[in-house]
C-alpha cells in the first residue's frame, strides 16, 4: 500500500443508533440468528451453497423456495444449515425455533445430524392446502458438543408447496450490544462501494448495525465517485465517512476501534472490520452479530473466507499460526482447508464442517471484536499489514478470549492461492512475524535463525534476490527495536518498494514481453522434491559457483517453481501464481554473493540481540497498543 498524502478529513454522520429491542417468540424476547435463504447475493455464486434440489423440481429465490410436485428440497449446505454444534459449545442458547411463512401442500422437517454425519428428524410439520400460514418448529441444542448442526427439508408428494420468509431464532441471553461494521479502503473505490451497496440493498441485515464506518486511505477517494452519493442516501444516517493517511490495513481497521470505544463504556459498540473488496452477502451481519450477542463470555466471532474465484471453495474453517516458523493459515486438526463445498465425501454426504473446530485467530475479512475485549487488552499494533489479525488474536487468547471462526458465515476473497508470494508486503509478513515470535512465544533464536536461514537459502538459490534483501531488511528493521513502528510503519512500506525496484525477476510482465526463440523457453516440470534436501541444496551451491547449470533457459510454470527445481536454470521464465503474467530469474553469482555476505552479518546481529530486542518489544506493548498512541498516529487530540 504506498503512502497517501490525504489529509485526515471526516463526515459528519449520525450519532449512534440503538439496536433495535428483538423480536418476541410466544412472549419471549427472541434474537434472528440466521434467514433462511435459498439463492445467495448474487450470480457470481453457487445458489447449491444455500440449498439444493435432491429430488424433482423446485424455483429458488432470494428468500422463498417452491416446489414441484413429487420434489425434495433441502438446506444441509454450507449458509443453509444451522451450526448447532458452535452454539453450544459457546453460548448458553438451549433451543432453536424456525418460523416459515407457507402455501401450497406438503411437509417441512428440521433435520440434524451427529458428529459421523448421521442424521435424524428432530420435528416435522404437515401442511394441506396452505395460504400464507406460519408454520413453527423448534429443536433443542442440546447433542451437539462434539459437532452436529440443523437443517430443514421440504418435501411435496401430489401438490405444490412455497416456503418463505424462514428465519432461526433463539432467547435472548444477555443485552444484544451495539455493533458498529468499519471498512477499511485503499484505492479500491468500486469495490468499496460494491460492498457498502450490498449492506444499503438489505435493510433487514442492517437492523443489527449502528454506524458502517468507511475509513478511507486512498488518494483515489470512493467519495469522488457519482455512486457514492447513491449509497450514502440509501444508507442515510448510518454511514459515516473518514479519510486519513495511509495506515495500512491496521490503521484503519483500528480507526474504527478507536472511534467505537471512545467515551465511557455504556457508549462503547462492538466492531465488525469488514475488507472493502469482498463479495458480500449482508447475511453475514445477522450471524455474527447474533452469536456475539449469545456468547457466555466476550468472544471474538469471525467470518469464514470463501474463494472469490472459486467461489464453492471454502478457504479454511479454522486455523493457527506458528510464529517462530514465520508460518500463518495453518488449519487446526480436523478442520477443512481449500474444501469443495459442493462436493461430496466418500460415503455420498455432503462436505460440510461437521465436527467442531475451533479456531486460534481469524483473518479481518470479516471479523467482529467486542468492546469488552478492546478495552481489556487495547488497541491492535501498528504493524501497517500482515499479522495485526494474528497477532490480536493471540494476544486476546493470553487474556482468556477465545476466537471462534463461525461456519455459514462467510465472505468472498481473492483466492490466496493466486497471490504470488515475491511480492513487496511480504516483508511486513517477515517482519511482523517476528514481532509476533517476540511477544507471544519463548523467542526460540536457534529455532528463528533455522527457519529465516532455510528460507533465505532457498530464495538466493532459486534466483529470487528481491525477496532475499526483502528478508534481510525485514531482520535488520526487526533487530532496530519497537522504535521502528512509531510511524505507524508507513516510510516501511515505501523503502521496501524502493529496495525491491532494483531487482529485475521481482516485476511481472505480460507474457507477449517474452521475445525469446520459443525454442529456448519451452516448459520443463518438476520432478518430485529431493529425497534429502540439503544434499540438493548443496549441489544447487555448486552449480552457481561454478557457473554450470541442468537447463540453459526455460519456461517453468508456477506450480513448479520450486526452489530445487528452479535452481537448476541459468534463467527461467516463471509464471506469476495470479496467472496474470511471467516473473523472469536470472542467476546472477555476483549479487548471490553480496547477499550472502550481508546475510552473515545480518544472522550475527540476530543471534547476539535477538533475546534482548524481543524483551524491548515486550516492554513497549502497552505503549504500542495504547489509545494515546493511535490518537497521535491518527493527529487526533483525544
Avoid at 143 to 151: A, I, L, P, S, Y
Avoid at 195 to 220: C, F, K, N, R, Y
Avoid at 348 to 357: A, C, D, F, H, Y
Avoid at 438 to 463: C, E, K, P
Wanted: glycine residues 8%; negative net charge.
Amino acid at each position: 500500500m504506498p503512502e497517501s498524502t490525504s489529509p485526515a478529513t471526516e463526515t459528519p454522520a449520525a450519532t449512534d443508533r440503538a439496536v433495535p429491542d428483538p423480536s418476541e417468540d410466544n412472549g419471549r424476547p427472541a434474537l434472528t440468528a440466521q434467514r433462511g435463504l435459498f439463492f445467495g447475493p448474487s450470480a457470481l455464486v453457487p445458489e447449491d451453497l444455500y440449498s439444493i434440489v435432491e429430488k424433482g423440481a423446485a424455483r429458488r429465490e432470494r428468500t422463498s423456495v417452491t416446489l414441484d410436485p413429487s420434489t425434495r428440497v433441502s438446506t444441509n449446505t454450507y449458509f443453509g444449515r444451522f451450526h448447532a454444534t458452535y452454539w453450544q459449545r459457546w453460548t448458553d442458547v438451549a433451543s432453536i425455533e424456525v418460523r416459515a411463512v407457507v402455501t401450497g401442500t406438503g411437509r417441512l422437517r428440521l433435520m440434524a445430524s451427529d458428529t459421523n454425519k448421521v442424521w435424524r428428524i428432530v420435528e416435522a410439520h404437515d401442511v394441506r392446502d396452505a395460504d400464507g400460514s406460519t408454520i413453527r418448529l423448534t429443536g433443542p441444542v442440546d447433542r451437539f458438543v462434539d459437532g452436529g448442526g440443523m437443517w430443514l427439508e421440504f418435501t411435496t408428494e401430489t401438490g405444490h408447496l412455497t416456503v418463505s420468509d424462514v428465519t432461526w431464532t433463539v432467547p435472548v441471553t444477555r443485552r444484544v450490544p451495539r455493533t458498529d461494521v468499519v471498512i477499511c479502503t485503499y484505492n479500491r473505490a468500486e469495490d468499496c462501494l460494491n460492498t457498502l451497496q450490498a449492506m444499503a440493498s438489505d435493510p433487514d441485515a442492517l437492523t443489527s448495525v449502528g454506524t458502517v464506518q468507511v475509513v478511507d486511505q486512498g488518494s483515489d477517494p470512493i467519495e469522488s465517485r457519482p455512486r457514492f452519493a447513491e449509497i450514502a442516501e440509501a444508507l442515510g444516517e448510518r454511514l459515516r465517512y473518514v479519510r486519513q493517511p495511509n495506515l495500512g490495513g491496521a490503521g484503519g481497521f483500528t480507526r474504527g476501534l478507536f472511534d467505537a470505544t471512545a467515551g465511557e463504556p455504556a457508549d462503547h459498540a462492538d466492531v465488525l472490520l469488514m475488507d472493502d473488496d469482498v463479495l458480500l452477502d449482508p447475511e453475514i451481519l445477522i450471524r455474527l452479530t447474533a452469536f456475539a450477542a449469545s456468547t457466555r463470555h466476550p468472544t471474538i466471532v469471525g467470518g469464514q473466507m470463501l474463494n472469490l474465484l472459486h467461489p464453492a471453495h471454502l478457504h479454511i474453517s479454522a486455523e493457527y499460526a506458528e510464529p517462530e516458523l514465520l508460518q500463518v493459515g495453518m488449519p487446526v486438526p480436523g478442520a477443512l482447508k481449500e474444501a469443495y463445498l459442493l462436493g461430496t465425501d466418500e460415503r455420498q454426504l455432503p462436505i460440510n464442517q461437521e465436527r467442531r473446530v475451533d479456531t486460534e485467530y481469524n483473518g479481518w475479512w470479516s471479523c467482529l471484536i467486542p468492546a469488552a475485549i478492546v478495552r481489556a487488552i487495547g488497541y491492535p499494533l501498528p504493524l501497517f499489514f500482515q499479522w495485526d489479525d494474528i497477532e490480536y488474536g493471540y494476544r486476546a487468547r493470553s487474556h482468556g478470549f477465545p476466537t471462534v471462526a463461525l461456519p455459514g458465515a462467510g465472505v468472498w476473497h481473492a483466492d490466496f492461492g493466486w497471490k504470488d508470494w515475491d511480492e513487496w508486503h511480504r516483508y511486513f509478513n517477515m517482519r511482523n512475524g517476528l514481532i509476533t515470535a517476540a511477544l507471544h512465544t519463548d523467542f526460540s533464536v536457534r529455532r528463528l535463525t533455522r527457519r529465516l536461514g532455510q528460507l533465505l537459502s532457498q530464495y538466493v538459490i532459486s534466483m529470487q534476490y528481491g525477496l532475499s534483501a526483502t528478508l534481510l531488511q525485514a531482520m535488520e528493521d526487526f533487530l532496530d527495536g519497537p522504535e521502528i513502528l512509531r510511524d505507524g510503519s508507513a516510510a516501511a512500506a515505501a523503502e521496501i518498494r524502493r529496495i525491491r525496484s532494483r531487482y529485475a525477476e521481482t516485476a511481472m510482465h505480460p507474457v507477449s514481453e517474452v521475445h525469446d526463440d520459443f525454442r529456448d523457453l519451452q516448459v520443463v516440470r518438476a520432478a518430485n522434491p529431493p529425497g534429502h534436501e540439503r544434499l540438493t541444496w548443496l549441489k544447487r551451491a555448486a552449480y552457481l559457483l561454478t557457473d554450470r547449470s541442468v537447463h540453459r533457459s526455460g519456461f517453468v510454470p508456477a506450480g513448479d517453481a520450486h526452489w530445487w527445481h528452479v535452481s537448476t536454470f541459468e534463467r527461467a521464465v516463471v509464471t506469476d501464481m495470479s496467472e496474470q503474467g511471467i516473473r523472469v530469474r536470472t542467476r546472477d553469482k555476483d549479487v548471490a554473493l553480496q547477499l550472502t555476505k550481508r546475510a552473515a552479518g545480518t544472522f550475527r546481529r540476530f543471534v547476539s540481540e535477538g533475546p534482548a530486542v524481543a524483551q524491548r518489544y515486550r516492554a513497549e506493548m502497552g505503549n504500542l497498543t495504547s489509545r494515546d498512541n493511535w490518537a497521535r498516529l491518527y493527529g487526533l487530540d483525544d
